[in-house]
């Protein structure tokens, strides 16, 4: 059982669009949701993360939505660039335990 | 020195014999992690060490050891190499539960 789901798997906008990244999560103890990049040869990197005290986190053109009661979370990234082509993952854990489970990914591309 | 480090950056194993994968960071991190990452899969949880207590999935209980004999340093052991092991194999450590952990680069390892 995938505890934390992905969608979609893929996506494709053209530059200065914003791209929606979207997650879901089963348990609700779950109380740590970081998003990372990873982009080829590379390995994962944070980007942005979120706790439930918050509906909403910024930084810069990056933003998490989060919805607690809908067990859900996304990522926006505003004026997409082509630099930001690139597997993107989200992921939940809870402070006890500091087992981070992530999602499948999402392969962003970003068209000129 | 604020990365994860991880050798060798690619390893090329048979069938049966042992694979010794090193991770090492200089943060101070009480918690280190080993995931692995096949292709179009989520990084899988592994094992992680919370100080000298190491917890490790039921999944992969008797598939992986790991060993950490001082803060810096921990390692991933496969005892018999078998195909389905051909993954990249990623460390990662954090200061504590409630941190992103950071990712080294990745050992690619290849078994024949």
């Known amino acids: 059982q995938q505890q934390v789901r992905q969608s979609p798997q893929s996506l494709t906008v053209w530059e200065g669009e914003t791209a929606i990244l979207n997650c879901s999560y089963e348990d609700s103890t779950f109380d740590y949701f970081p998003w990372y990049h990873q982009f080829p040869g590379e390995s994962p990197a944070l980007l942005i993360a979120i706790r439930p005290v918050s509906n909403k986190k910024e930084d810069g053109r990056f933003t998490i939505f989060f919805n607690k009661r809908e067990k859900k979370f996304s990522l926006h990234i505003a004026d997409s660039q082509p630099g930001d082509s690139a597997t993107y993952f989200c992921?939940?854990?809870?402070?006890?335990?500091?087992?981070?489970?992530f999602g499948l990914g999402t392969t962003l591309q970003v068209q000129p | 020195d604020t990365t994860v480090k991880q050798n060798p950056r690619y390893k090329l194993a048979r069938v049966g014999k042992p694979v010794n994968l090193i991770c090492s960071q200089t943060?101070?991190?009480?918690?280190m992690y080993w995931y692995q990452k096949k292709p179009n899969q989520a990084p899988k949880l592994l094992l992680f060490y919370y100080d000298k207590i190491l917890n490790r999935e039921a999944d992969t209980f008797e598939k992986f050891q790991s060993s950490r004999p001082n803060n810096s340093f921990c390692s991933l052991y496969i005892g018999s190499a078998g195909l389905e092991y051909s993954a990249m194999y990623l460390c990662?450590?954090?200061?504590?539960?409630?941190?992103?952990?950071?990712f080294g680069e990745g050992t690619r390892l290849s078994v024949l």
């Open positions: 990662a450590s954090s200061r504590d539960n409630n941190q992103a952990p950071l």
């Open positions: 992921a939940a854990s809870r402070g006890d335990t500091g087992k981070l489970i």
């Open positions: 943060m101070n991190h009480d918690t």
